[in-house]
């Protein structure tokens, strides 16, 4: 499960992208683009999109073993690519400004991310199927026991996280949209 590095140089090659976008506007604007611009606003709600897909498509799939539709191996990568490069949207959206309520779910952000980094690492330790099911593989029972433990403590830390951002970015966009875009 989780062969090779396929999804980070997607990631990758997707953050160019759309850094060489927000560098052209940038340059053709002559200035840093506004949170609640078009292209600021796009950005951001481009970026959550891929924020919530992350959240709940892997753990639908997840949760429905019997489900024929894409292996887990799959699944997993296409969240760690959404994963990376809808925060990635989302810190280009904040006109680089993180005061308040706004400040504080660009940090959740961060670590979330972080937090998956070291999940992925901790992840692939343990020997899988393509569809995810632990096998016996190389590691010793001990190792495989110790694996076992950290990916249930890291998920006991990073679900909470993930929970805590959601409900502050919809309060952060459910304000931002009332006094920034509709009461302009
Ligand atoms: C997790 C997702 C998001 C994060 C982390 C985030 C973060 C931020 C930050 C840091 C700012 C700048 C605040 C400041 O001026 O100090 C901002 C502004 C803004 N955001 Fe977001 N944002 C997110 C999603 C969205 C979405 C989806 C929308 C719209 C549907 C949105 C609408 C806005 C607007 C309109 C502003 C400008 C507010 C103003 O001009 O005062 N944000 N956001
Ligand atoms: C917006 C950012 C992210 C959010 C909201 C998010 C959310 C989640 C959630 C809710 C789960 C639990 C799935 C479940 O057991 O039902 C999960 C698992 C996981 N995530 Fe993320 N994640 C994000 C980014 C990342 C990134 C960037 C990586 C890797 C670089 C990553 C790697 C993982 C791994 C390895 C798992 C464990 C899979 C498993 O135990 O089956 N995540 N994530």
Known sequence: MLRGNREL??????????????????????????????????LGIMGFILML???????????????????????????IFTGLVGPYMVLLHTSWKFNGLAGAVTLLTIIIVLSGI?????????????????????????????????????????IPIGMALFISAFVHIGAALYYATFLK
């Open 9 to 42: 140089w997607w990631a990758v090659g997707a953050g160019i992208l759309i850094t060489g976008v927000y560098g052209a506007v940038v340059f053709f604007s002559r200035g840093i683009p506004a949170a609640g611009d078009l292209f600021g606003h796009g």
């Open 53 to 79: 897909m992350t959240e709940t498509l892997y753990s639908l799939r997840k949760r429905s073993r019997n489900a024929s539709w894409g292996k887990m191996s799959s699944w997993l990568q296409f969240h």
């Open 118 to 158: 070291v999940g992925r690492y901790i992840f692939t330790r343990i020997p899988r199927t393509l569809d995810g099911l632990e096998i016996e593989g190389t590691l010793s029972e001990a190792a495989l026991r110790q694996a076992r433990q950290l990916m249930a403590l890291w998920h006991m830390i990073h």
